[in-house]
């Protein structure tokens, strides 16, 4: 049986991760590791002898939800060892510890050494939290996660990051370069660039970002999406860049956090929203096509109904494709917990209500215009049944028939028609 490996049983590893696309990358980077050293890695819902959970303790309902996963984990098979790792782990421990079934707990700076424990190796030599470890994802062959940076130096006030994840520090770009080729050997044809803190790439190498996009720019044949990029951070090259190179998705996703100045001081942000105003249109007068997507928090510890009034009407009038709506999370480290007055829960709801509905009407506004409009597309490995899913360069998702051969190929298409379930049609040019 593919179980029975010189003769001996293969040990059974499940994978769970929480949170964020570096945890899903790095995820992605370990279970290939142990992969590698022969172990069978099987689906997360099945009786496994090591369950690993990579964890997010970003908001309370993130550590809720990773406590529940453990249990899950226990129930199925009591007799496994279940390994938690992750920004979670890195700052309770103890607490995961007093969770039955649990066997070891990583922090972020060790986990890469999992590979070690489980094939009792037993070095796990602690290393530097300031160390970075490459990673991609794979396994999807369309595309790509490749984490080009890790941690951050900007200590919002809301924000635990910094705490979890250590200082901004990156891999070389002649690295990232490489790292990139392998993954377009494989077949993958777009490559998302990920990190904490992406726009401030280049601390430990002495690089910066649009550098290492000019270089990736070199490698034929693929394409790159930078994800989300800190609005004082994504400069007028690199605009300038995705506009003239093809090779980068017309995609942006700028973090705006709070609609006013008063909080957006108090989070200890980089910007004012007039600067915010700015670049978005910036963006659409060089990229009109673009798709901007943005993070709000609401219920910020100060936040008045006027705050939030004036947020709404702030938003409303800006050129967003899309807006995703958080709730504040009180957390212990970070300088926001001692804040007052804190927003009661309630109204923190109605308040993330309201914000969401903007942001579907923006998000719909969006489609709307790119109707008729001719795109490039990404179409899926596979097909669902008679339909085949894509997503076009500016981040909109498009379906059609399925034909064969579309599967993971660019194809231009134009946007036809939005079903009743906000599905967006389009047809093969
Ligand atoms: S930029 Fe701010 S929100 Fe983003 S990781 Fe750094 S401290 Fe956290």
Known sequence: ASNIRNGAIRKKIAFFTHGCKLNYTETSTISRKIKHEGYSIVDFNTPADYYIINTCMVTEKAERKCRQTIKKAYKQNPEAKIIVIGCYSELKANELKEIPGVFLTFGNSDKFNIVNVISEKNDPKPDNANEFHSSYSAGDRTRSFLKIQDGCNYFC??????YVRGRSRNA???QLIETAKTIKAQGVKEIILT?????DYGKSSNENLHKLLMELANIDDI???ISSIEPNLLTHEIIDLVKNNKQFSPHFHIPLQAGTDKILKRMNRKYSISFFRDKVSEIKKAIPDCFIGTDLIVGFPGETEDDYTETYNYLNQLELSDIHVFSFSSREMAKAYTMEPKVKGEIIKKRSDGI????QKKHLSFIQSQLNKTKLCLFEKSAKNKYIYGLTDNYIKVVTNYKEGLENTHQMVQLTSIENNNEVFCKII
């Open 157 to 162: 006030s809301y924000c635990t990051i910094p």
């Open 172 to 174: 070389p770009i002649a």
């Open 195 to 199: 990190g904490i803190n992406i726009g």
């Open 223 to 225: 394409y790159f999406r």
């Open 356 to 359: 969401q509905l903007l942001a």
